[in-house]
């Protein structure tokens, strides 16, 4: 009797450290915000979420998603035409690069009062790179029918705590950015109108030292649509990608640090000769 109940003490025992000890699941998802109201969030397996094969991939039911907008935010001329982001998490290890990335097409149909969206992508548990690295922006807009006021912001963030971006975030607007790691700065795409098509890119680095997995990368998505004339479809297709790459040296770089190692086993080997002469 007392080996059966040691036998069952030991196998809960066992099973309680599988449990505490098994890794958290990676959290990657969007969260959606229109004038200062939080509108969803959307995860892989989310109802929102259409079908996938990977779970690296979201590809967002927009039917249901303007849906949400015009129950919520009372904005029905405010509409997505598609939302998808992406993340290599799930693959990223032993990789050089991780990154996150959004695209999207938002459209506005007049008359109707100036709106602005929020989009915030977050994943959690990258693996790789590790060592030194760099954080890189990289986004574009192709405004249509603008008018004064239209623009957008983007900006990606490292955070080295692995937390990611909560969800559902604190009733503040604009997103209050992760609380650890560095950022890339802000980067403003502003269409010189009003006028009819107007499209820019930009890209934007920044050296951020040591990489210590695991670790979270969040993008901020902060688009204005002003008002239009009746009828008039203004229009957003946006994208922006978030990069974090192991820093590789360059080749001289690379001489220089081995012409040391090398001058310093030159000096060992030299100072033990001299000292076998003495002896």
């Known amino acids: 009797m007392n080996t059966s109940r040691r036998f069952l003490t030991l196998a809960?025992?066992?099973?309680?450290?599988?449990?505490?000890?098994?890794p958290t699941r990676a959290d990657f998802h969007i969260d959606v915000y229109v004038n200062g109201i939080y509108i969803d969030t959307i995860t892989p397996s989310s109802g929102l979420a259409l079908p996938s094969s990977t779970p690296s991939v979201i590809n967002v039911n927009t039917t249901l998603l303007n849906q949400e907008i015009a129950g919520f935010a009372?904005?029905?001329y405010l509409t997505f035409?598609?939302?998808t982001a992406?993340?290599?998490q799930p693959t990223a290890t032993g990789m050089q690069n991780a990154n996150i990335g959004v695209n999207g097409d938002v459209v506005q149909v007049g008359p109707n009062p100036t709106s602005v969206?929020?989009?915030?992508v977050s994943s959690t548990d990258f693996a790789a790179p590790q060592g030194l690295g760099t954080l890189s922006s990289s986004a574009s807009d192709t405004f249509t029918n603008f008018g004064a006021g239209d623009g957008r912001t983007f900006q990606s963030y490292y955070d080295g705590s692995n937390t990611g971006q909560p969800s559902p975030l604190p009733p503040n607007f604009p997103v209050t950015p992760p609380p650890a790691?560095?950022?890339t700065g802000l980067q403003a795409f502003v269409p010189l109108g009003p006028g009819t098509v107007f499209s820019t890119a930009g890209t934007r680095s920044v050296f951020i030292g040591s990489v210590v997995p695991?670790?979270?990368?969040?993008?901020?998505?902060?688009?204005?649509?002003g008002t239009n004339p009746n009828g008039v479809v203004s229009d957003d297709r946006f994208a922006g990608t978030t990069t974090l790459s192991a820093v590789v040296?360059?080749?001289a770089s690379m001489a220089l640090v081995l012409l040391g190692f090398s001058a310093v086993g030159l000096g060992s080997m030299h100072h033990r000769r001299k000292a076998r002469v003495i002896a």
Do not use: K, R
């Open 12 to 22: 809960f025992a066992g099973l309680a450290a599988l449990a505490l000890g098994s």
């Open 74 to 76: 009372g904005t029905p």
């Open 81 to 83: 035409n598609n939302l």
């Open 86 to 88: 992406t993340s290599n």
């Open 117 to 120: 969206v929020q989009i915030v």
């Open 181 to 183: 790691g560095p950022t």
């Open 214 to 225: 695991p670790f979270a990368l969040v993008n901020d998505t902060f688009l204005t649509i």
């Open 249 to 251: 040296p360059e080749p």
